[in-house]
């Protein structure tokens, strides 16, 4: 019930960002010879356009692959995708610095995407790669998921806009050194500047009141189903992966101690082929024993991922000069 009702409230916000949108468009095609109805109807179709959900976009960082260039990446993504149950991604970009794998669908057309973060992905088996990529998929929002944190960035924006605005510290500051040389000590009225200055954050501070509520309750009710969204994306990682491996996973990536050895042996000039080599050479080691081979998966095996290894070596290459910069 509580997810009905964030959605619901989320919806009404929407629905009042189309409004906007919708009475600026009325009133100017309804008084196209009217000076006052276009500038009305401009404000109301920027409020509209400002307070719109943002569609999801591609990091400035991230660098999209041919399928042609990456076609062993392209299909271990896409037997991940199929046995977690999500839409294949029609396109997968890499991100030099970023150690976040993530899926996500961008654009007006809801482009699914995968980004993956070559520093972790570097630093992982293949087992592992197998996992990495089935939490990634898990981790995509719902539509109903996506309509509420639409509208709470919304909210955000009103919140910011009413109560957030302070005077412009440059015009204070030429407002106080005309006023000290024309009356010196002596108090100064309030200027036509001043006065829509303070007349517009009481206002804002009044319509504030309204926003900050519904964000609170919209919040809230968000936070509520947290732990529902939690286990969905846990029942469809564990499609892929056991709870073990995930958590395993998390801890890896949560603590970064994968990055020190290669932050190391980058820094000794070694190669990204000799990088990638001590990173499985530590994957054997067991506590009962040494593995023959780095652990493997039906989705990705050994040799499926050294070719990938080879489709990115040169973005390898490119990556580890700066993996000094990652903290």
């Known amino acids: 019930m509580k997810r009905l009702f964030a959605f619901v ?3 009404m916000v929407h629905l009042l960002t189309l409004g906007f949108v919708l009475l600026g468009a009325w009133v100017i095609l309804n008084h196209l010879d009217s000076l006052l109805a276009w500038l009305v109807g401009g404000v109301s179709l920027a409020v509209g356009w400002a307070l719109r959900p943002r569609l999801g976009r591609l990091p400035a960082d991230a660098e999209v692959l041919d399928r042609s260039s990456a076609m062993e990446l392209y299909a271990a993504a896409d037997r991940v995708a199929d046995q977690v149950g999500v839409g294949r991604p029609r396109k997968v970009a890499i991100r030099d610095l970023a150690t976040e794998t993530r899926y996500d669908r961008v654009g007006l057309p809801r482009t699914p995407v995968l980004v993956v973060g070559l520093p972790l992905w570097l630093a992982l088996p293949p087992r592992q790669r197998v996992v990495l990529l089935a939490m990634a998929y898990a981790g995509v929002p719902t539509g109903a998921e996506l309509v509420v944190s639409g509208a709470l960035f919304t909210l955000d924006a009103w919140r910011d806009a009413l109560m957030g605005a302070r ?10 050194k005309i006023a000290a040389s024309s009356l010196g000590g002596m108090d100064h ?11 517009g954050r009481d206002l804002g ?3 504030g009141g ?8 919209l919040s ?7 732990s529902r969204t939690a286990q969905r994306q846990q029942a469809l990682a564990l499609r892929v992966a056991s709870e073990r491996e995930l958590a395993k996973l998390d801890e890896l990536a949560a603590g970064g101690g994968y990055l020190a050895p290669m932050q190391a042996a980058a ?4 190669s990204a082929s000799s990088i990638r080599q001590g990173v499985l050479a530590r994957s054997r080691l067991t506590d009962d024993g040494v593995l023959t081979s780095a652990p493997h998966s039906e989705l990705l095996g050994t040799r499926d991922s050294e070719r990938i290894d080879d489709e990115l070596l040169a973005h390898y290459t490119r990556a580890i000069r700066g993996f000094g910069l990652i903290t």
Request: net charge neutral.
């Open 9 to 11: 409230l989320a919806l």
């Open 167 to 176: 005077p412009l510290q440059v015009r204070q500051e030429a407002q106080t």
């Open 189 to 199: 009225p309030g200027t036509t500047y001043e006065v829509a200055s303070g007349i």
């Open 205 to 207: 501070r009044v319509l």
């Open 210 to 217: 309204p926003v900050l509520l519904l964000e609170y309750a």
């Open 220 to 226: 809230k009710l968000a936070r509520a189903g947290e």
């Open 267 to 270: 820094l000794r000039g070694e």
